[in-house]
Nanobody
């Protein structure tokens, strides 16, 4: 699976952005997909995931503000981000995995085999 993320940018606190991740190369339906982010000096962390068998899941820090969705016809994964905060500033990565993974492990980077190149999101205060 090849992944291409886009949609990042500079936004003021309280604003919104929508990230997109275009997937190609494998049946999109068979892949669990997620968004991760990495701020300077920090480890990559889970943001949200979408799985046909496990549904959707969010990190506590973004719950109620971010929404993950999929366009299966267009092979696109989205992350709608609202009420953005300066703490959301990071490089955002989309990721996909095709191995059978337990529910608890889906929030780990090790559950994903395919990664996009990342898109920068900067939230100013």
């Amino acid at each position: 699976v090849q992944l291409q993320a886009s949609g990042g940018g500079l936004v003021q606190a309280g604003g919104s952005l929508r990230l997109s991740c275009a997937a190609s190369g494998r049946t999109f339906r068979d892949v669990h997909m997620g968004w991760f982010r990495q701020a300077p000096g920090k480890e990559r962390e889970f943001v949200a995931l979408n799985s046909r068998s496990q549904g959707t899941r969010y990190a506590d820090s973004v719950k109620g503000r971010f929404t993950i969705s999929r366009d299966y016809a267009g092979n696109i994964l989205y992350l709608q981000m609202s009420r953005l905060e300066p703490e959301d500033t990071a490089v955002y990565y989309c990721a996909g995995g095709s191995r059978r993974i337990t529910y608890s492990a889906l929030i780990s980077t090790t559950a994903y085999d395919y990664w996009g190149q990342g898109t920068q999101v900067t939230v100013s205060s």
